[in-house]
């Protein structure tokens, strides 16, 4: 068998004169664009079959107007479906790519043992008479009655491999799943390839999910991997077939990620969004990301009416839920980011197993895998917008349902985030962060009297993780919008609180109002301790910056009226924070005495006030054997698997930054400097004045032993961790460290 040399009339058009070619004509291939003229070079006189193009096979599939990009693992796991299976039913969401994956799955398949292919379109079906009629056209076969009968579709396909795309099914389900299983029992030798936004329910039906296209990172900035996503792919072509082009590189590829992460990937709105490009340009489209529903529009007058826009697609879902599951959606569309099946049922306000698992078979909410035992839910963006303009007729109440939920949420987390519990606190915390704030912002704009406490029960989230940005925006809001006379001593909380926010943030004098206002109205309300701590926090504020002559006796005085109190707890924080400040005063013998009186307190009680001690009594006892400050850093690193604090990570690295650099671990210690400051950076903290001298002393000394180039490429690596390296960083170091002093 001689290998066949087929060319294109382009090809064709300027060979040289001296080769001879078979004119084949024109041939369908099985990228589904317009026909295309085809030559095969000439080359002795042997015969060869007919060209296996889709003009060799029966079939009806539509010509396509543009390219299929991408969905390589897609198109090969139907294909599998379809080789197990007779019924295969593509489900996603509207928009998601169903047709043009069927349709393209068709053509990689029609040379492998079919005699025919027919596409059935079913999106303007609209009875169940009219559905057997539909098809039976569909095949290609004449009713006279008009009336068809699946006997005559067993007698017209007897003994016939065929395989009907049905197309388009979810508004007739029952009907088509019916119209299917007497098809599959009737003419064995056909399969079915289904689209619909939920599966057909029937014995042997194999469902294969169709999921947005891939995306790149969030972070991601690289031209060169922004290109491997399947999104991104299918906007530039989208953008070029409209004789558009967008150079991909530095400036533009963190834009090109914000629009197709925003779009979720949905081929569709990506399509629609790359038809605008050209009179909008990106920074005009993103801009009006937050308006999707607007934006999301098709010119394409081939288009069905239900695809011409992203609301008239959702609008063909929506209408197909009963009143139950409209409220449902509704209600979830309240959630900002991903949810589990308990938070579902709080904001409904009843269980909503079956509406959830209703709206999953529907595309019209996605389950997410959250750990091996535990399954969440989210809304897809353009879901979600289209689910909020419902709720004012499908959920009234849905908003107050969602910031009665964020609120018992924040307070669990306020309980446990300093505990035991730590570690599930901030996996809590990490998942519904998003939906605490919205929550809050909306509580405001409704003047929800509870909007304070709220924000309250976020202090310390903000605190130990940030952003403070957050905190510092929204805890005066909440404060200015409580009138309440019963909520005073919550209001002296909250300036107390934002205080300590401002405080991290490097805003000292905004800081020093709001400690100074605290205490003004716990004395006036008659409550010493909290007056005590705002003592302590104006004692840490000012030796933050230095001014120990003033730091020194709030501290003493906060100290007395906690031991006067008889409050241990409120003393052992004073005594962690005073501690610290005797250590920036150079005090190191009375700072080791607070410190061991602090660590016994919280020493299996608060695991990061424990770790706190801990980091702090290394630097206090760093002039002695750097195996005992070895021990202390151990202990902390304990903690901070299980609750990733800020805060303490930039002090662990530092600590042991310089552990590295007495063990002349140079390079070891220019990584931990750089995750260091990130880290800080990341979560909007700024650091101590002695926090920033101590930097600035590493960097220096560093710099006298590594070469410039060196260090700041040991440097980049730690500012490119992400919070797991930087802690398995931190680890490294103190391994390598034990082995440098063992060898010595």
């Given at each position: ?542 030796g933050s910056r230095g001014v120990f002559d003033e730091s020194i006796p709030y501290f003493e005085r906060g100290l007395e009226a906690f031991k006067s109190a008889g409050d241990e707890e409120g003393a052992a924080k004073a005594s962690l924070n005073f501690g ?165």
């Amino acid at each position: 068998i001689r290998d066949r040399v087929i060319v294109s009339a382009a090809f064709h058009q300027v060979a040289n004169q001296e080769f001879r070619f078979i004119d084949h004509g024109r041939h369908r291939l099985k990228d589904l664009l317009h026909p295309e003229h085809l030559y095969e070079l000439e080359v002795g006189g042997g015969q060869f079959p007919p060209l296996k193009s889709l003009n060799s096979f029966d079939h009806n599939l539509p010509i396509q107007l543009s390219s299929f990009v991408g969905r390589t693992s897609d198109l090969a796991s139907v294909e599998e479906a379809l080789s197990h299976s007779r019924l295969v039913s593509l489900v996603g969401v509207g928009g998601a790519g169903k047709t043009r994956l069927a349709l393209q799955t068709a053509a990689n398949i029609a040379d492998q043992g079919y005699e025919l292919v027919r596409f059935i379109a079913l999106s303007t079906t609209s009875s169940e008479s009219d559905l057997k009629n539909v098809i039976f056209r569909g095949l290609g076969l004449e009713s006279d009655s008009g009336n068809a009968s699946i006997e005559t579709v067993a007698q017209a396909f007897e003994g016939k491999n065929a395989l009907f795309i049905l197309d388009n099914c979810e508004h007739l389900i029952d009907q088509c799943a019916d119209c299917v299983r007497e098809i599959l029992a009737t003419c064995p030798s056909v399969r079915l390839l289904i689209t619909s936004r939920e599966n057909l329910g029937l014995t042997g039906e194999q469902t294969v999910l169709v999921d947005p296209m891939s995306l790149p990172h969030e972070s991601e900035t690289s031209p060169v991997e922004i290109l491997k996503s399947e999104a991104v792919q299918l906007f530039l072509e989208r953008v070029r077939q409209r004789r558009q082009d967008i150079a991909v590189d530095v400036s533009s590829a963190p834009l090109i990620v914000t629009l197709v992460r925003a779009l979720d990937g949905i081929p569709l709105a990506i399509e629609q969004v790359a038809a605008r490009v050209g009179t909008l340009g990106l920074d005009a489209i993103i801009e009006r990301l937050g308006r999707k529903l607007d934006l999301l529009e098709s010119r394409e007058r081939d288009l069905e009416p239900r695809q011409r826009t992203a609301r008239a697609t959702l609008e063909w879902s929506h209408d197909l839920l009963d009143d139950n599951l409209k409220k449902a959606f509704a209600s979830v569309a309240a959630f900002q980011g991903s949810f589990v099946l308990s938070d579902a049922s709080e904001v409904c306000g009843k269980d909503a197993l079956e509406e959830v698992e209703s709206l999953v078979q529907k595309s019209m909410i996605t389950p997410i895998h959250l750990s091996s035992h535990e399954t969440g839910y989210r809304l897809l963006e353009t879901n979600k917008e289209f689910g909020r303009e419902r709720i004012p007729e499908d959920a009234p109440d849905a908003f107050q349902a969602h910031f009665s939920w964020a609120l018992g949420q924040a307070k669990w987390i306020d309980e446990q985030i300093e505990g035991q519990n730590s570690a599930d606190a901030f996996a809590r915390l990490d998942l519904i962060y998003g939906d605490l704030v919205a929550a809050l912002r909306q509580g405001l704009k409704n003047n929800d009297p509870q909007a304070l406490e709220l924000a309250f029960s976020l202090r310390k989230p903000w605190v130990r993780r940030g952003p403070l940005s957050d905190g510092i925006e929204l805890m005066p809001k909440a404060i200015e919008a409580s009138t309440n006379p019963d909520s005073a001593a919550l209001r002296a909380d909250a300036h107390n609180a934002l205080g300590a926010t401002l405080l991290r943030a490097g805003k000292f004098d905004e800081s020093l109002f709001e400690f100074k206002s605290a205490a003004e109205q716990f004395e006036s309300l008659g409550m010493p301790q909290k007056a005590a701590a705002s003592m302590v926090n104006l004692g840490i504020l000012y030796g933050s910056r230095g001014v120990f002559d003033e730091s020194i006796p709030y501290f003493e005085r906060g100290l007395e009226a906690f031991k006067s109190a008889g409050d241990e707890e409120g003393a052992a924080k004073a005594s962690l924070n005073f501690g610290r400040l005797l250590i920036d005063a150079k005090r190191l013998g009375e700072a080791r005495k607070y410190l061991e009186s602090a660590l016994a307190f919280f020493a299996g009680r608060d695991p990061l006030r424990e770790a706190l001690a801990h980091v702090n009594l290394m630097e206090a006892i760093s002039d002695t054997d750097p195996s005992e400050q070895l021990d202390h850093i151990k202990s902390t690193l304990g903690v901070l698997r299980n609750s990733p604090d800020h805060a303490l990570m930039v002090l662990a690295s530092l600590r042991c930054a310089d552990l590295a650099i007495e063990a002349r671990l140079f390079t070891e210690a220019a990584t931990l400097l750089g995750a260091a400051e990130k880290c800080a950076q990341d979560s909007d903290h700024e650091l101590s004045i002695h926090a920033q001298q101590e930097s600035a002393e590493i960097r220096e000394r560093i710099a006298e032993e590594l070469p410039s180039d060196a260090f700041l490429s040991a440097e980049s690596r730690g500012r490119a961790a992400g919070q797991f390296e930087r802690l398995t960083m931190v680890e490294d170091t103190i391994s390598n460290v034990e082995s440098r002093l063992q060898s010595h």
